[in-house]
């Protein structure tokens, strides 16, 4: 079955510590995209990635990095300069090229202490 | 820039009992327009979708209308189920910017009691 994979569905870190957040897509879609989640505040774009080896920030890139070196994968890393950084996070894809409609993955909720 | 207006929640409504859900958006250019929706501790999926004005999106009895008058894409159901308890998100394109984010609403909950 086609769809996306986010890995793990849960995550504790410790303040101070780095931690990257795995996601995984079968679709051969070319854009993938990463949200951040707040209670009563929608969704939120960290960061995103039309084609392989391209990327741009999105509205709350800081404290974030991503890299996109395969088609299938866009991972995405919380470093210790994120100053609120618990939260529930969305990795999405799309086709692209001229198609709008985007598909998500389960979320992987990620608490720091 | 673009955004999107969705009506405060939470909703709560008896099972049977017609939904609507109000969407408003700004934009400049002619996005297309989606409705998602969330399950408690689950990832969005997509519900329906219209891509030009006056189109209808339909799905599991949810429908939305695209209207460009009054910029409004507001969602309807006519009989609600408890299993139709979720929070609902609008959202918009960037016109002819494929492969960007979409804009979303900030979600309403929806509440359904038996």
């Known amino acids: 079955d086609g769809g996306i994979t986010q890995s793990p569905k849960y995550l504790f870190r410790k303040e101070g510590q780095n931690v990257t957040l795995s996601c995984e897509q079968n679709?051969?879609?070319?854009?993938m995209y990463w949200y951040r989640q707040d209670p009563g505040q929608g969704l939120r774009l960290i960061y995103y990635s039309q084609i392989v080896n391209d990327f741009q920030k999105g509205d709350i890139a800081e404290g974030y990095s991503v890299s996109r070196e395969k088609k299938e994968s866009f991972p995405l890393t919380v470093t210790s300069a994120q100053k609120n950084p618990t939260a529930f996070y969305l990795c999405a894809s799309s086709k692209g090229q001229g198609s709008y409609e985007q598909y998500f993955g389960p979320g992987t909720r990620l608490t720091v202490t | 820039g673009d955004s999107v207006t969705q009506m405060e929640g939470p909703v709560t409504l008896s099972e049977e009992a017609f939904l609507t859900i109000n969407c408003t958006y700004t934009a400049t250019g002619y996005p297309s327009l989606f409705w998602y929706v969330q399950y408690p501790g689950e990832g969005l999926q997509l519900l329906l979708k219209a891509t030009k004005a006056d189109d209808k999106g339909s799905n599991k009895g949810f429908e939305a209308t695209y209207r460009k008058e009054t910029t409004s894409f507001h969602l309807e159901k006519g009989s609600v189920q408890v299993s139709d308890s979720a929070v609902y998100f609008c959202?918009?394109?960037?016109?002819?910017?494929?492969?960007?984010?979409?804009?979303f609403g900030k979600g309403t909950t929806l509440s359904v009691s038996s």
């Open positions: 959202a918009l394109s960037d016109w002819g910017q494929a492969g960007t984010a979409l804009i």
């Open positions: 679709l051969n879609h070319d854009a």
